[in-house]
C-alpha cells in the first residue's frame, strides 16, 4: 500500500499541490494517509481535503501521533476508513487568524472565520452524526479526544496499534502557544460521547469493563495498577499535580421566593466526590455557567465563573405563580433554578430569601408575636390580590410618565418620532442610560416648526429691517408724512 505522509504545518510542510503530486504518482491504487499535524491553515485544509476525497482510489487515514485543528477535519473528512493509534490524540477548534486594520476589516475577519467554522462543523457532523450547531459548541471549547474518546464521539471507526509506531515530532512548545491546552491530559474531557443506543453520555468512567474511561483509568487499565498510584506516580516525576476528572453535581434551589420587582441573588449547590466545593471555587473545577431560558418578561443574569444567578421579577407577575430559570453549566448540562412569586410585605417594602414560614406561637409568649396579626385566609388571599393590583397599576403609571417623557423630547426637536418606540424601550430598561444618550441630544436637532415659511414675528422683523434707518431706507415718519399728503391731495380733487 502507498503511504502519503502528512507530517508538519498544513499550508507549510504540506500543501494541496504536494498533495495533488503525490496522488496523481499511485495511479488510483489503495492509499495510506498517515497524519501526525498540528494544523495550520484553514483554506489549503480544505483544499488537501478535497484532493483527498476526490482521489480515484480507496483511501485509509491513520492518526499516528495527533491530528489538531485542521489537520483533524482532513482526517475525518475524507471519506474512508480512519484509524487511531492507542496513543494518538486529535483536536477540534474555531478557526482563527492574525489580523490588523481598522473596524471594517476586523469585521469582515469575524465573518469570515464564522464561515469557516460553519464548514468545519459540518465536516464533523457528516461523519460522527448530531448537527452543526452541536460541534460547534465542541469546537468553542477546544475539545481534545484521546483515541478511545474520538471512537466513542464517532469520529474514527478503530484503533489500531502498530508494529512500528511512527516517530512522532516534538511539538510541545509551539502547542502551549497555539491552543488553549498542551495535549489531552491537560483538557477537559470531552462534552459527550455516544453510547451503544446513540444516547449521548457524560458520566465519567471508572474504568469498569464496558464504561467509558477518562485516560487516567485507560492508563492504569493498561499499565495493571491502580488509578491513584498511577497519578501519584505520574505526579510525582512532572512534579506537578496530575488532574483527575470526577464527577461533580450542580443544583439550585427549587421555590426561591421572590415578589414583583424584586430582585434576588442565588447561589448554585455544587458538590464532589472531593468534599462540598461552593460557587466561589466553582472555576477551579472547570465549570462554566450561562443563560439557556428564563420567562418573558424577566431580568436574569449569571456569573460566568461562580454561577451566582441574579433574578429580577417584572412587576405584572402574578402572586402564587412559579417560574423556572435553566442554566447550562459548561455547554452541555442544563440545571433549573425555580421561583414561587409571593407578596410585597406589609409595610411595602421588599425582602429577599426564602418565604417566611409560619410556626404557631409558645403560649404565653407574646415577645416575639407583638406585630403578628391573624387574619382569615380569604382576607390574605385579597390583600395579595390587592398588592398585585397596585403593582401593576404603579408599572401603568411609570409607562405614562414615560411617555411623557419622550414626547417632550420630539416635541422639543431632540430626535424624530420615528425612534419614539426605540427610545420607549431604552427608557423602560435602564433611565440612566436614556438620560445619558436620548435625553442628552440637544433641543431642536430635529426641526418641529414648518420650514419655508416666514411666521408673523418673521415679517415683523422684516418689515423692522426695512424702515431701519441706518440702512438707507425711508423711515416710518416719512412714510406717514407721504400718505397725509397723498390724502389731502386726493380731498383737493
Not at 483533524?72 to 492574525?98: Q, T, W, Y
Not at 390583600?383 to 397596585?390: I, P, Y
Request: aromatic share 6%; net charge negative.
Amino acid at each position: 500500500m502507498n503511504d502519503l505522509m502528512i507530517y508538519g504545518d498544513i499550508g507549510g510542510d504540506n500543501t494541496a499541490a504536494g498533495i495533488e503530486k503525490q496522488l496523481a504518482s499511485f495511479n488510483g491504487e489503495p492509499i495510506r494517509v498517515r497524519i501526525n499535524s498540528d494544523g495550520g491553515q484553514v483554506y489549503e485544509g480544505i483544499a488537501i481535503l478535497n484532493a483527498l476525497r476526490g482521489y480515484a482510489g480507496e483511501v485509509t487515514v491513520v492518526v499516528e501521533s495527533r491530528a489538531c485543528s485542521a489537520a483533524s477535519f482532513i482526517a475525518v473528512g475524507c471519506g474512508g476508513r480512519v484509524i487511531m493509534r492507542p496513543n494518538a490524540e486529535l483536536m477540534i477548534h474555531k478557526a482563527s487568524a492574525d489580523w490588523w486594520g481598522n473596524a471594517d476589516d476586523l469585521e469582515k475577519a469575524r465573518v469570515d472565520l464564522e464561515r469557516q467554522d460553519v464548514k468545519i462543523a459540518n465536516i464533523y457532523a457528516g461523519r460522527a452524526g448530531g448537527t452543526a450547531d452541536e460541534w460547534l459548541e465542541r469546537m468553542r471549547a477546544e475539545t481534545w479526544y484521546t483515541a478511545q474518546e474520538a471512537l466513542d464521539a464517532g469520529l474514527v471507526d478503530a484503533i489500531e496499534d502498530a508494529k512500528a509506531p511512527a516517530a512522532a515530532t516534538n511539538l510541545q512548545s509551539r502547542m502551549v502557544a497555539r491552543f488553549k491546552y498542551a495535549n489531552r491530559a491537560a483538557a477537559p474531557p470531552p462534552p459527550s460521547t455516544r453510547s451503544e443506543s446513540g444516547e449521548k453520555s457524560t458520566t465519567p468512567s471508572n474504568g469498569q469493563k464496558g464504561e467509558k474511561m477518562n485516560i487516567l483509568d485507560q492508563l492504569a487499565q493498561e499499565l495493571g495498577k491502580k488509578p491513584e498510584d498511577v497519578r501519584d506516580a505520574l505526579s510525582g516525576f512532572f512534579n506537578e499535580v496530575v488532574q483527575v476528572s470526577s464527577e461533580v453535581d450542580v443544583t439550585y434551589p427549587e421555590a426561591t421566593a421572590i415578589a414583583p420587582t424584586e430582585k434576588v441573588v442565588v447561589e448554585p449547590v455544587i458538590g464532589g466526590e472531593n468534599g462540598e466545593p461552593t460557587a466561589a471555587n466553582a472555576g477551579a473545577l472547570g465549570l462554566t455557567f450561562a443563560v439557556k431560558t428564563a420567562p418573558d418578561g424577566w431580568t436574569v443574569t449569571v456569573d460566568e465563573a461562580t454561577g451566582v444567578l441574579t433574578v429580577t421579577a417584572p412587576s405584572g407577575v402574578e402572586v402564587g405563580a412559579t417560574a423556572e430559570v435553566t442554566v447550562s453549566v459548561n455547554g452541555t448540562v442544563d440545571v433549573a433554578a425555580g421561583f414561587a412569586v409571593r407578596s410585597l410585605s406589609d409595610d411595602g417594602e421588599q425582602t429577599t430569601g426564602p418565604a417566611p414560614t409560619e410556626a404557631p406561637a409558645a403560649p404565653g409568649n407574646t415577645a416575639d408575636t407583638a406585630d403578628v396579626v391573624t387574619v382569615p385566609r380569604a382576607h390574605f388571599d385579597y390583600l395579595n390580590r390587592v398588592a398585585a393590583n397596585f403593582a401593576e397599576a404603579q408599572a401603568k403609571l411609570e409607562a405614562q410618565e414615560h411617555e411623557k417623557t419622550v414626547d417632550q423630547a420630539i416635541a422639543e426637536g431632540r430626535f424624530a418620532a420615528a425612534n419614539r418606540a426605540k427610545a420607549l424601550a431604552d427608557l423602560a430598561r435602564d433611565p440612566s442610560q436614556y438620560a445619558a444618550t436620548w435625553g442628552a441630544l440637544p433641543k431642536g436637532t430635529i426641526p418641529v416648526a414648518e420650514l419655508g415659511n416666514a411666521g408673523t414675528a418673521a415679517v415683523k422683523t422684516a418689515m423692522a429691517a426695512a424702515n431701519d434707518p441706518r440702512k438707507g431706507h425711508t423711515t416710518r415718519e416719512e412714510l406717514m408724512e407721504r400718505a397725509k399728503a397723498r390724502a389731502a391731495k386726493k380731498e383737493g380733487k
